[in-house]
Structure formats: structure tokens, C-alpha cells
């Protein structure tokens, strides 16, 4: 089933969906609101042409980019009630009024909500009552336009769901590591969580967890051959395998789907201001929040001090230039620590492998060494 | 079918103007003094275009450079893919933005083969989120490589007019700019000479705008590359007497030149718009061409959103009573920071005003944040407002991703789609006749 079809069949059961990118809105005012808030990245494994995106992007956006429209603009269903989007790079921020003329003409054109979330370091400008204007004037613009209204005692809920499903993608994360679930079966549930219902991706979360709870050892078997990766989408099913057939274990990852996405909630409250101040603020680092830059080289160097990984692939998207330009310092500094690295590039239309897979067999025979 | 080259053209004869000469004497002067105040221990701070300067107007001993206009200087200079292959060969990718990319091999080359040996290091480095993002992760590069502050001017993008929460939040951050120079330097912010200053810049938009207004007379005044080379010094000397001076002199020139008809392209047949930074390393052959074409690119999207706020063209007027606001509230005053309605509104304005014929959309591999919305924009301009248009493909600073038969295939299609609706609209004026 493909992520339209997903979408279709959960749209009888729910009554206002809500399409945001890119990947870390408010998830939990959504859905304590009554919404059901899919996030539209990593559409990969759904779109593999650009025959309507290509009419409105250039072929140097990136291919998150250039998926995102196709998807929005090819479908003539109605599945998606508001999109919603935030500050990111250069590229996306052109998108809400690109994906605008797409829709031109629809008869029931989603309305596109826009926010932007500061991007000013704390220690340099106080942003809390900016943030904290920003997140109201949202809830209000969702009552009046939806008829809905904002409860903390809802929002409390929501606030539980997502981080009872956090907390088992990290367990699952743990799995990859020792080797009990394979990485590509972990990238699979943790984009199909990014389209499902939060309870029903808690659900499959929480069944592979109880399956293969008793394999997971509390003692780490630091695996001599075992790698890191990271970037903004999840690699191709084809350099996994690669890396498997291998024997290189992959012992954690800096995935915006997933590490970076699941590492952190903060904690319980029914002020949606001040968990969203906490929640941006303590953020695990990524390129798209500018202000976490500082943070990120401690934030991998205690990645691979956890998991004593020996290898490091940033599996970088192609026009993607927030990644272009940390990975030269990133691979340096880990260099400096003894960390093999190992920058992939990877394009829209890049997935059987063959233009790093010689690349990668090296970067193994060398982890093995 | 366009015309034939016309070799008669009196563009290859122009000398060098007056206000060129002063121009570039300005250039040099701000390079030379930059490097020696540095040299005498000035506090220097590095800012991305759209910084307001005038900030740093308010404190003695503070000097700036600015890296994009360093690089588009070095593209102009022919030294861009040298600087951009130093950063190619330290890690950085191709496809990042050619200003970063000189910008960056120039700094890790200490300055070797930069018309202006390089810039002095900074002590603080500012960049901003509106007019591109992507300036935060390059002058990243530099605060990690030298350990050097970095403030992060966090600006709203304009999807519509501004919004008076998001210039609070920019003016707190202005104040926060001002206190962490007081705290680094030493020196302590002198509002007076800050406001003289804003005036300084106010008044040199004025005359920029009257510059600019040269191109409405037919044939125009002013071809684009007068106003693409005449937009550096607002960009190294702004908030200076010197600046709202040179554009005084620069207006009344070229409306002197216009009033006894002197013109660049005397032939003018086509009058177009140009839609993206300026292709820095082809300005003479691109003129060269164009002029031998009786074509005259006479307005940019580049150069009328100087001095004028979202979806406009106008100058927009300082009212002398609060400096801070009037900053905040230009500070998306270049066109990056707009979104597709915002410019489309201002696109349709120039068009209209400068008598269009054709819009050329020059997609800029190295501008992503300028260039992705340029389809749409084209589809409106020739769907909405029936005038034609085309897209080339350029590189504003990298001569290596440029190729100058593709592009002047493109541009003579124009002018033939030009030619066929002149054609269609004369057969429709002798029908109804």
C-alpha cells in the first residue's frame, strides 16, 4: 500500500487531517486539537517521478523538495484539510506558495498555514515571547477556521502518545544495534509512522517491541565492524543491504526521521508554549534548526562514544546545502578522533546503488581492518 | 525574426562614465581603508547584504566587510572558478553557492588571488535567515574553523507585508547586535551618529530610486550592468556621506546624459527585465551582445528592491523620527526575502512602468532561494500579463556552469516571441481599422 492509499483509508475513519513539513512541527497541539498530523518526507519509496514538480522546480532542488510537490499536486483526492510548514532551508520556505499554484483551480484547496520558528541561539536573543506569540496565534488561527478548540488536558495526552512513541523507536534503534532487527525494517516503520495515526503507529511499534524484547541484551556488544549514519533521509534499501552483507552493523544513526526526531520531549505540562519553547530549544541537532549548529559535533562525538561505532557515512542529498556545508568540518573532527568517514551523495534517482557501491565496499573492507 | 546584429552601436564606443570612474575609485578607497583601519585595530565584523551597516556607524572604531559583494567583485575579476575550485578541493561541494565558494577558498588561501587581498579577519561574524539561509551555515564555517562569535540575525520570511510582532522581534535583535559590539569592543553606541547615518542612506536611496527612474525613457537611460556595477558601494559604503553623494552625482548624470540624448543603446528595439543576481563574470560580453541585438535589458528585480519594502518599487520614505524601525522595517528590503505573490506584485509594477517587452528569468543554480520560484513566476507573467518570456540557465559567480550559446539562444527566441506579438498586435490594429 502506497502512502496515498494509507492516507485514503485512514480518511474514513478521521475527520481533519493536517500535511506538514518539514520535520518537526507541533505534532501534539495537532493532534490534541482533533487533527491527524502526517509529515510529508522521505516520500522515496512512493515517488519515483516529476512529471508535475518538474513544471514548478528546477532539477537542482533537492529530491525532498521536488517529491513533496509531486506528491501534493498529482493527487486529485482529498485527503489533506490544511498543510502547515515552518522555516527551513532556502529551498522549502519557496514551497507553501509553489505547492499554492499547484493547487490553483482545486475545488477544495487545503488552506496552507505558515510559522516561523526562531532561529536566533538563546544565549544571543531572548526568542520565548516570539516562539510563545507564534504558537498561540496558531492555536487561535486552528479554533476560528476549524471550529476546534485547544484543551491542555488533550493536549497532556498527545504530549504521552508521542513520547511513549519516541521512547520505542528508541528502543527499536537499540534493536538495530544488536543486530535484532534489521536496519531497513526499522527505516520502514519509522517512515510509515510518518503517515500513520500516532496510536496505530504505537501499536506496530509497541507489538515488535514486545516480540523481540527478550532478545535485547542490557550488556552492549560493541561490534568491531559497526558504523553510524546520518542525513536527512534514510539511505537507500540498497546501501543497507550492501552494508549488511557486509558484516558492517549499523550501531545508531543521526536520521532527521528518526534519531534526531525521536531523541526528545520534553516534560509533561498543558502550557503548549512552554513545551514547544523546551521542545525547539533541546531539540537534537540538525542543519534545518540553525541555532543547534553549535551543538551538533558534541551531539555525534556522544553517538559514537556511546556505541563505539568506528565508522561514520553521511549520506548526503544531493542540493542539499545545510548538510554541504557542516560534513567537511564534521569528517574532519572525527578524523581528528580516529573515526573513519565516509560521504556518500545521493540523488533523486539513485537507488539501486551503483554509483557508491564500490565506494562503500572499500569504506567496509577498511572498517573490517 | 530578431534583428541582425547591428555593429553600428555606439555601446562598444561608451567610455568610461564619470560616476564609473568615481565608482570605482570608491571601491578601491573602501577596500584600502577597510584593510588599513583593521590593520590600526578597528573592531571588524563581517555581515551578509542585507545587515543594516548603518548600525556599526554608531560605534568609532568599527569596520565591515561584506563577503557576497567580495565574491561577486572576484567573479567580475575573473577569479571566481579559481577561488571556488580552493574550496572544491577542501571538502566543500560544487553545487554550494559560488559566492560561498570563492568566499570560502579565498579565506582558507589567506587572501591569495582576491582583487582586494582577501578580508581581514573578523572579530564577529553576522549573517542573516531572510535573504538566504543558507549564510548562516557558511558563515558557520568560519566561526567553527576560527572560533569566532557568530550572531544570527533571525528575520521572518515575507510571505506578505511585514508584520508589526516580526519587526519587534527584529529590533530586539538590533539591540542585541549593538550590545554585543558595546560588550566585545569597548566602544559604546553613539545613537547621533548612528542617525546621521540612516539619513546618509536614506538619501543615497533616493537618488539610487532617481537613477533608476533614467531606464523609463524611451530608449532607456541606463542598461541593467550601470545599475548591477553601481549597486557596490551600497553594499561597502552604506550610511556614508560619500555613498548618498556618489548617487546624487550618479542621477544627475545620467539624466543629464538622457536629456541630451545620449544612450546606451540608441537602437533600442527590446526593453526587458532581468530576474535574478547579476551574472558577475559576463557583464561586458552580456552588454557586448545584447546592444549588437538593439536590446537593452533595462530594469532587474535585483536593483529596484533597493530602498523600496515587499511588493513594491517605489522608494520607501524615511520619516526622520525613529532610525530603528525605519531598519526593521526595510529589512527585507532585497527581493530574496519576498515570497512568489510579494514579487510577482512588484515584478508586474516594473514591468508596467519601464514598458516591458520581455522578461528574461535567469535561473541561478548558485541562488536557490531566487530561482525556485521562477517557473511560476514566468507562467504568470506570460499567462496573466501576456508578456513574453524566457529562462536561461546561469551561475552568478561560477564562469564554469555558464554557456553563452545556450543563453543567447534563448534570448533571440525572446525576441522572436516579441516580434510575433508585435506582428499579431499591428494585423489586429489594420482588422479593426
Not at chain 2, 584600502?32 to 554608531?58: D, M, T, Y
Not at chain 2, 510582532?165 to 547621533?192: A, N, R
Request: hydrophobic residues 40%.
Amino acid at each position: 500500500m502506497n502512502a496515498f492509499d494509507e492516507i485514503k483509508a485512514l480518511r474514513k475513519d478521521i475527520s481533519k487531517t493536517i500535511g506538514c513539513f518539514p520535520l518537526y512541527p507541533p505534532l501534539e497541539l495537532f493532534h490534541s486539537m482533533g487533527f491527524t498530523p502526517f509529515v510529508f518526507w522521505d516520500l522515496r519509496h512512493f515517488i519515483n517521478s516529476f512529471n508535475t514538480a518538474d513544471k514548478h522546480l528546477q532539477a537542482y532542488a533537492c529530491s525532498v523538495s521536488r517529491r513533496l510537490v509531486e506528491f501534493i499536486c498529482s493527487t486529485s483526492d482529498d485527503i489533506i484539510d490544511v498543510f502547515f510548514m515552518y522555516n527551513a532551508c532556502d529551498t522549502l520556505r519557496n514551497l507553501p506558495e509553489i505547492i499554492n499554484c499547484c493547487l490553483q483551480g482545486k475545488v477544495n484547496k487545503p488552506r496552507i498555514f505558515k510559522m516561523h520558528i526562531p532561529m536566533a541561539p538563546e544565549e544571543q536573543t531572548k526568542t520565548n515571547n516570539y516562539l510563545s506569540g507564534r504558537i498561540t496565534a496558531l492555536i487561535r488561527e486552528l479554533e476560528k477556521s476549524f471550529g476546534v478548540a485547544f484543551s491542555p488536558e488533550r493536549f497532556r495526552q498527545s504530549i504521552a502518545l508521542y513520547r511513549k512513541m519516541r521512547l520505542l523507536n528508541e528502543k527499536l534503534e537499540k534493536m538495530v544495534a544488536q543486530d535484532i532487527i534489521s536496519y531497513n525494517l526499522f527505516s520502514l516503520i519509522t517512515q510509515k509512522g510518518l503517515f500513520a495515526k500516532i496510536e496505530n503507529h504505537i501499536e506496530e511499534l509497541e507489538s515488535i517491541a514486545a516480540h523481540l524484547s527478550s532478545s535485547l541484551k542490557n550488556e552492549f556488544d560493541f561490534p568491531s565492524a559497526s558504523v553510524i549514519i546520518s542525513g536527512i533521509l534514510t539511505p537507500p534499501a540498497a546501501l543497507i543491504d550492501a552494508l549488511e552483507n557486509y558484516k558492517i552493523r549499523i550501531v545508531g544513526n543521526d536520521i532527521a526521521t528518526q534519531r534526531r526526531s525521536y531523541a526528545y520531549t520534553p516534560g509533561d505540562t498543558g502550557d503548549p508554549c512552554l513545551y514547544y519553547r523546551n521542545f525547539y530549544r533541546h531539540h537534537f541537532p540538525c542543519p534545518t534548526l540553525l541555532y543547534t549548529g553549535d551543538q551538533r559535533l558534541a551531539a555525534i562525538k556522544n553517538l559514537i562514544y556511546n556505541t563505539r561505532a568506528r565508522g561514520f557515512i553521511f549520506i548526503g542529498e544531493k542540493f542539499c546545502e545545510y548538510e554541504y556545508f557542516e560534513i567537511p568540518y564534521l569528517e574532519k573532527k572525527l578524523r581528528e578522533m580516529g573515526v573513519f568517514t565516509l560521504h556518500l551523495e545521493i540523488s533523486a534517482d539513485d537507488d539501486s546503488g551503483a554509483n557508491y557501491m564500490t565506494r562503500l565496499e572499500a569504506f567496509a573492507e577498511l572498517l573490517k581492518s | 525574426m530578431a534583428d541582425l546584429p547591428n555593429n553600428n552601436t555606439q555601446h562598444h564606443r561608451r567610455r568610461k562614465s564619470t560616476a564609473g570612474k568615481r565608482l570605482s575609485e570608491i571601491m578601491q578607497n573602501d577596500y584600502v581603508r577597510l584593510h588599513q583601519k583593521a590593520e590600526n585595530g578597528a573592531f571588524v565584523v563581517w555581515i551578509a547584504i542585507v545587515v543594516p551597516a548603518e548600525l556599526f556607524s554608531g560605534f568609532e572604531n568599527v569596520v565591515y566587510a561584506v563577503p557576497e559583494s567580495h565574491a561577486a567583485m572576484s567573479a567580475g575579476k575573473g577569479v571566481g572558478p579559481l577561488q571556488c575550485e580552493k574550496a572544491e578541493n577542501n571538502g566543500y561541494s560544487p553545487d554550494l553557492c559560488s559566492y560561498a565558494r570563492i568566499d570560502l577558498g579565498t579565506s582558507f588561501d589567506g587572501g591569495k588571488d582576491s582583487p582586494t587581498f582577501g578580508l581581514p579577519k573578523p572579530h564577529l561574524l553576522i549573517s542573516d535567515n531572510n535573504n538566504c539561509s543558507l549564510l548562516v551555515k557558511w558563515f558557520d564555517v568560519y566561526h567553527r574553523e576560527w572560533g569566532i562569535p557568530h550572531f544570527i540575525l533571525d528575520v521572518p520570511f515575507c510571505y506578505e507585508t511585514q508584520k508589526e510582532e516580526d519587526l519587534h522581534y527584529i529590533l530586539s535583535q538590533y539591540q542585541d547586535i549593538i550590545k554585543t559590539i558595546e560588550s566585545m569592543s569597548g566602544q559604546k553606541f553613539d545613537y547621533y551618529r548612528f542617525i546621521e547615518a540612516v539619513q546618509n542612506s536614506h538619501e543615497a536611496l533616493s537618488h539610487w530610486k532617481r537613477f533608476l527612474s533614467a531606464a523609463a525613457h524611451k530608449p532607456s537611460g541606463i542598461t541593467v550592468f550601470d545599475s548591477f556595477v553601481q549597486m557596490a558601494p551600497f553594499l561597502t559604503s552604506r550610511g556614508t556621506k560619500e555613498l548618498a553623494e556618489h548617487y546624487r552625482l550618479l542621477a544627475d548624470e545620467t539624466l543629464e546624459n538622457v536629456s541630451r540624448g545620449i544612450f546606451p543603446v540608441p537602437n533600442e528595439k527590446y526593453r526587458l527585465l532581468w530576474d535574478n543576481i547579476a551574472p558577475w563574470h559576463q557583464l561586458n560580453k552580456m552588454s557586448a551582445h545584447l546592444a549588437e541585438l538593439n536590446t537593452n535589458i533595462v530594469a532587474a528585480s535585483y536593483t529596484y528592491c533597493m530602498g523600496s519594502i515587499e511588493g513594491e518599487i517605489d522608494l520607501y520614505n524615511y520619516d526622520g523620527i525613529d532610525p530603528l524601525r525605519y531598519l526593521a522595517r526595510t529589512q527585507n528590503f532585497s527581493v530574496c526575502p519576498h515570497g512568489l505573490e510579494l514579487r510577482f506584485q512588484s515584478m508586474k509594477k516594473s514591468i508596467a512602468s519601464m514598458e516591458i517587452d520581455g522578461v528574461i528569468f535567469a535561473s541561478n543554480r548558485s541562488c536557490k532561494v531566487y530561482s525556485l520560484m521562477q517557473m511560476d513566476l514566468l507562467k504568470r507573467t506570460t499567462d496573466n500579463l501576456g508578456v513574453p518570456a524566457v529562462m536561461i540557465d546561469i551561475d552568478h559567480a561560477d564562469a564554469r556552469k555558464y554557456t553563452e550559446e545556450n543563453v543567447f539562444l534563448r534570448v533571440e527566441a525572446l525576441l522572436e516571441l516579441i516580434d510575433a506579438k508585435r506582428n499579431a498586435l499591428a494585423r489586429a490594429h489594420r482588422n479593426e481599422g
